[in-house]
């Protein structure tokens, strides 16, 4: 492997970056290497990413020569940006702008940009069917990535432009799961109606990256969506009752109601699953799990997932 073309992945101790380099270095005949982008090369992900065989190096977003650094030599990139560290499209969009610069500085053969739409496209600010928050956005978090997109286009930079889905793994890790009730009922609430919710299992999202630099120069200039399944709420909470053994029942409630929860970020993702909602067909039309599936032929539907990961899902109050 360590002949192979260098992949920099970019959030390699994270859920999508971590997804890509368990794939590579599970596939050590596939002809790529891995070489492990982090803040902290001394975290114990970072070390145990060592251990298995990666070349782990030190990169900070916010700082373009330290990305030139980790990007010389390389064949392709995987790009993530996280934008719940800091809650600032403004600075995602500076992250993005770096990261393309970077790439087009060394002459990177294939980026992989994990992006969102700009559903400002669809949603003008002056359209009252959501709120615009901080003032130039509707889906901050979606629409600083979508407005990115053209960066990477305008300096050149051979791209492939992912379009993620939801995590299943949110249930987990951003209490998205069941919550208990006062009379001890579990119930998963979201502001779907009765919508298709495009989900995925966030390490699934790194092995279909994987899938894309496989096939070369294909995807180069192209959008590809992924999903591991297209359920509506009820269907969620069916798969979820089957797993944990006892009865889950699916809340709708309004957008406007799970933006006035409280929590940080509750308005981005009001309007995020409004957009979902309402344009339901546009939305799962450009996230097709055939399409993921040829990629990663192991891609978990949403009961697979919930069979390995059921036992971490918080079910509080």
Not at 69 to 94: C, M
Request: proline share 5%; charged share 30%; glycine share 10%.
């Amino acid at each position: 492997m360590s002949n192979g073309k260098i992949i920099a992945v970019f959030g390699a101790t994270g859920a999508q970056g971590g997804g890509l380099a368990r794939a590579i270095l599970d596939d050590p005949d596939g002809g790529f290497a891995v070489r492990a982008v982090t803040r902290d090369v001394d975290s114990d992900k970072a070390k145990a990413l060592a251990e298995t065989g990666a070349e782990v190096v030190a990169a900070d977003v916010d700082d373009e020569a330290s990305l030139r650094r980790a990007l010389d030599g390389a064949y392709g990139a995987y790009f993530v940006t996280f934008f719940w560290e800091h809650f600032s499209p403004d600075r995602e969009k500076k992250e993005a702008l770096n990261l393309a610069t970077a790439a087009k500085a060394v002459g990177l053969r294939h980026a992989i940009w994990s992006t969102l739409e700009d559903t400002r496209l669809r949603v003008p600010l002056e359209d009252e069917r959501m709120p615009t928050l901080m003032e130039r956005y509707k889906v901050p978090h979606f629409d600083a990535k979508g407005e990115s997109n053209r960066i990477f286009t305008e300096l050149g930079v051979p791209t492939t432009f992912l379009l993620t889905s939801f995590y299943w793994d949110n249930l987990i890790h951003f209490g998205m799961g069941p919550r208990r009730e006062s009379d001890g009922r579990l119930v998963f609430t979201l502001p779907m109606d009765d919508k298709k919710l495009p989900g995925i299992a966030a390490d699934d999202i790194g092995r279909c990256a994987y899938g894309i630099f496989k096939q070369g120069e294909k995807y180069i200039g192209r959008t590809v969506g992924i999903a591991g399944e297209h359920l509506t709420g009820e269907q969620m909470a069916a798969a979820l009752a089957d797993a944990l053994g006892e009865e889950v029942s699916y809340r709708a409630i309004p957008p406007e109601v799970y933006r006035g929860l409280g929590f940080p970020g509750a308005e981005d993702l009001g309007n995020m699953f409004q957009f979902k909602r309402d344009f339901e067909d546009d939305f799962c039309g450009a996230r097709d799990p055939a399409i993921a599936r040829a990629l990663n032929p192991a891609l978990k539907s949403f009961r697979k997932w919930l069979e390995i990961n059921k036992d971490r899902i918080p079910r509080g109050g």
